[in-house]
């Protein structure tokens, strides 16, 4: 189906209840419904917003075009939640209803100030010539619950010298001010991150662009968060328009973060290493993190990707968010694992443990399409040892280490309903070491993978049939020695 300008602009108080519950019945109906993701009722997720700590519980709310699986008029869904675990949905938390955020309401973040929680967000306009005009705004949250948008932006015009791509504002606060990052476009069309201050949140003042060593890297930054930990300063941020680059930057858009020495807001110098990936797999973008009250920072991203079609398009709905991942640094580099919460989805525990021989064995309980897996291999002298997952008759989706290579591989090729085949069916990353351990999270329609306790992660969707529920270890040319456990989610 081709989507009209008109079609995608339509506000969900213009469907009528039939149209709704067609929607819903259609999305109802989808065999790749998630078990234990984020996920939209209906119509089209995107990136994860506002998250953050208030009231005694998380708040996570979402880019949500609710009318079909594209990007049409954005709102702001809400969901909430006491572990980072179980989430309630609880509506529409912002919605394009004003001036200036008339044609959407684009992605930002929140803070608790004064015991209320304080959204900024872009607010997307359209003139007459269908000409973007982005403003900053911002909507407090009561502890209620009940959001109410401040009349006029907080940040009501572009700086010189940038495009109309100007969005994504992500705030926190150093001693008694406030900052905000937002993803912008230079005039050359080269992408950057600006820099804004305040005192109250309401008024802002431009302190200029973040100084890096990137000064040509891609077209547009998008969705930066910047944060300290562990005496360093991380700046997250997804560039669009990098070329592939061996195995790096093989998807449309990539995510990723510089790390270094904590930002110079005086000068807005970041000095910082290497641009670095967040995630190796095919389907991760637009990620935000907040810090918990016991001081943990968290991530979420968006488990899919802009302008890509998914098989989920069919039944109304299209993509989900990653699960919470706690981030630390380890030796100049981010490390993620999922949150330690996350083991209350446990069920029955099977343990196993064996040598694989050049060889592919199966075990019983060891199948499922919704289960965690930790497995370890060590003793290796195979030059290629992994494990299949969803695997049936004919398809598999397939991880493996080349010992030769020293290469983690992740293989989609047969994973069930193809798309986005036009950026490859195999990503891949360098691992070194004699062991390896490899944590899975499956569930019915995705996987997310952390390699040597959160080293590098993968995450991907997959699509395969409802049959397809084995899990397949195996070693090539030689030996492993291996164990593993599983839980059913």
């Not at 201050?197 to 008024?203: A, F, G, I, T, V």
């Not at 891609?218 to 328009?241: A, H, K, N, R, T």
């Not at 510089?258 to 670095?276: A, K, N, W, Y």
Request: net charge negative; with cysteine.
């Amino acid at each position: 189906m081709i989507w009209t300008k008109e079609q995608r602009y339509r506000r969900i108080e213009d469907a009528d209840k039939e149209e709704i519950l067609k929607l819903q019945t259609e999305v109802e109906g989808c065999e790749w419904r998630q078990t234990f993701h984020i996920q939209p009722e209906t119509g089209l997720l995107n990136d994860p917003n506002g998250f953050s700590y208030y009231n005694g519980e998380y708040h996570l709310f979402y880019q949500w075009f609710p009318l079909g699986p594209v990007h049409g008029l954005k709102y702001w869904y809400h969901t909430k939640s006491k572990d980072l675990v179980h989430w309630e949905n609880t509506g529409i938390g912002i919605e394009p209803s004003g001036v200036y955020d008339s044609h959407g309401a684009y992605s930002g973040s929140a803070i608790e100030h004064e015991g209320k929680l304080l959204i900024l967000y872009t607010g997307n306009t359209r003139d007459e010539n269908w000409v973007r005009h982005p403003f900053q705004c911002l909507a407090i949250m009561d502890a209620a619950g009940k959001i109410n948008k401040v009349e006029q932006p907080v940040i009501d015009h572009v700086p010189y010298g940038y495009t109309d791509h100007f969005r994504d504002p992500k705030v926190w606060k150093a001693e008694d001010e406030f900052y905000a990052v937002i993803g912008a476009q230079r005039e050359n069309e080269t992408g950057c991150v600006v820099l804004y201050r305040s005192k109250d949140l309401q008024n802002w003042n431009f302190e200029g662009e973040l100084q890096t060593s990137l000064s040509s890297f891609g077209y547009m930054w998008e969705c930066p968060d910047y944060f300290e930990m562990q005496d360093q300063g991380v700046l997250i941020f997804s560039p669009q328009g990098l070329n592939p680059n061996g195995d790096l930057f093989q998807n449309i858009y990539q995510s990723g973060y510089i790390l270094g020495e904590p930002l110079d807001v005086r000068t807005g110098t970041l000095t910082h290493g290497s641009f670095q990936e967040l995630d190796r797999g095919f389907d991760f973008y637009a990620p935000q993190t907040m810090l918990t009250p016991d001081g943990r920072r968290i991530l979420v991203g968006w488990m899919g990707l802009p302008e890509m079609d998914y098989p989920t398009d069919k039944n109304g709905w299209a993509h989900c968010l990653t699960l919470p991942r706690e981030l630390w640094i380890r030796e100049s580099k981010l490390i993620q694992q999922p949150v330690q919460e996350l083991q209350v989805l446990r069920k029955q525990q099977h343990d196993i443990k064996d040598v694989l021989f050049d060889e592919k064995k199966v075990y019983q309980h060891f199948n499922g399409a919704s289960f965690e897996l930790i497995c370890e291999f060590e003793n290796i002298d195979a030059e290629t040892f992994g494990v299949e997952f969803r695997a049936g008759e004919k398809e598999k989706t397939i991880l493996k280490y080349d010992v030769v290579q020293r290469k983690v591989i992740l293989d989609r090729t047969f994973s069930g309903e193809p798309f986005g085949e036009k950026y490859g069916t195999v990503r891949k990353c360098s691992v070194d070491g004699s062991k390896l351990k490899l944590h899975l999270f499956v569930d019915i329609s995705s996987v997310e993978i952390f390699i040597n306790d959160g080293e590098e992660v993968f995450t991907s969707r997959i699509f395969p049939g409802a049959e397809s529920q084995g899990i397949r270890f195996f070693a090539e040319d030689g030996r492993t020695l291996f164990q593993a456990s599983k839980w059913d989610i």
